[in-house]
């Protein structure tokens, strides 16, 4: 004897199903008796009965179901699949070792993945491999390095409207999430970003000629401004960096690098001390 149930969920309705059938063998013949086989349309609608000897299936509303069930039923079955998000972070990079996850060693995707084991949204799996959930960063930041807006992508379940208040109470100050949203399945921030600017801020004594000591009572002259930013034009557009990594050859094509904007800015002065910042775009 065989016996079974079924739930299906259709166009926004409801189906069950009861089968029973009885299985005997005699010889080389095999019969088959169909028992019963009742389906039971749970939906606000008449009841439609039809002949049972045309071999026709048998339609019989057995009970009512609010509207809103059915609702929270698909809202519920929509809710375990997993979709790409995008995240748009803002971390200071003080007391860090860098943005990449790596064990034993305080990062800020480390911060980030305690938040996401939390939540549900890694396990253990996922966190030994990011790759297995699509995790993604648009940059990766060095030892002591900040971030205002950052970037990460990965697989997960639909979040409730409220994920960056839930996140942000689970992560430290110094790394806040601004936003979330939903991008698609191929969406890459990595390979997705076309440009990144970085900006650095030092004081301007640092361009003082050697014979003047180091002192917070430097101010850069325009003239040296001007030396400056054309010293720096000179590594706009596509330029080999092999000399600038680590075991490259330089004809490794990954050495090269499109700088689009590198600038110095007017000074500024905070507490007394001249500075000014050093941008680059590439």
Do not use: W
Not at 131 to 151: C, E, L, N, P, W
Not at 186 to 191: A, E, I, V, Y
């Amino acid at each position: 004897m065989i016996s079974g149930f079924a739930c299906i969920l259709f166009r926004n309705k409801v189906f069950t199903f009861s089968i029973k059938k009885s299985v005997t063998v005699a010889g080389n013949q095999v019969s088959k008796t169909r028992n019963c086989c009742n389906m039971e349309e749970v939906l606000n609608q008449d009841c439609v009965q039809k002949d049972a000897k045309s071999n026709k299936r048998s339609f019989e509303l057995s009970h009512e179901v609010e509207p809103a069930q059915v609702e929270e039923t698909v809202k519920r079955a929509r809710s375990q699949k997993k979709k790409k998000f995008a995240l748009l972070l803002s971390y200071c990079g003080q007391g860090y070792l860098g943005m990449q996850f790596n064990h034993g060693f305080k990062t800020i995707e480390g911060e980030l993945f305690q938040a996401f084991l939390k939540l549900g949204i890694m396990d253990d799996d996922s966190l030994n491999t990011p790759q297995s959930i699509h995790f993604q960063r648009a940059a990766r930041t060095d030892k002591g390095v900040s971030a205002i807006r950052q970037v990460v992508s990965l697989k997960m379940r639909i979040p409730d409207e409220d994920l960056c208040k839930e996140l942000n109470s689970l992560l430290p100050h110094c790394v806040q999430v601004l936003a979330t949203r939903k991008v698609t399945a191929g969406f890459n921030s990595k390979t997705a970003c076309d440009s990144r600017s970085y900006a650095y801020v030092m004081p301007t004594f640092a361009f003082a000629s050697k014979e003047v000591p180091p002192s917070h009572q430097f101010r850069l002259k325009s003239e040296t401004l001007d030396q400056v930013n054309s010293l720096l034009s000179f590594f706009k557009g596509t330029r080999n960096y092999h000399n600038f990594t680590s075991g490259r050859p330089a004809q490794d094509p990954s050495c090269k690098r499109y700088v689009t904007h590198f600038s110095c800015s007017l000074p500024f002065i905070v507490k007394d001390v001249e500075f000014v910042k050093i941008t680059i775009k590439g």
